[in-house]
Every structure is written in C-alpha cells, then in structure tokens.
C-alpha cells in the first residue's frame, strides 16, 4: 500500500494551512493551501501520514543536496 504524507508549513493568520503532500515518498510533494475544515477533509480523504519533525528535517536535507551539490551539503553538516 502507498503512503501519502503531510507536512504543515504554515497557519496563516488568514487562516488557511499551507502544507505539503506527497504520494509514495516524502522528498517529492507538491505545496498546497487549503482552509482548516477542507485541510481535515482532504487529509482523512487520503489517509494521509503526519510527517515527523524528523521525517522533515530528512526531506530538507535531502533538498538541498540536490540543490546544491553534496560540496555544500557537507559544509552545511559541518556547521
């Protein structure tokens, strides 16, 4: 069975959730925005996983040895 993740980037004051979702694999989401109500709508429609602070720390790290190259990713755990 695939997994579909959720990591929640943001509560705006406007009151919208800004939050990424991916299927399958955590590194590889797109970014969506949705009110409070239709955020516990879709995340129950899609039996979403609640990603860690850890799980999202790895997504990060991830992305920026693909941004950067693995020169500046290890500049980055040096610090």
């Known amino acids: 069975m695939v997994s579909n993740y959720v990591r929640v980037q943001e509560v705006r004051d406007d009151r919208f959730i800004v939050f990424d979702f991916a ?42 040895k693909w941004r950067s190259g693995s020169a500046a990713l290890q500049d980055h755990e040096h610090r």
């Open 23 to 64: 299927i399958g694999a955590p590194d590889l989401s797109v970014e969506l925005i949705l009110p409070p109500k239709a955020f516990v709508e879709f995340c129950q429609a899609n039996r979403v996983v609640y990603m860690t602070p850890a799980q999202g720390a790895q997504v990060d790290m991830e992305r920026l």
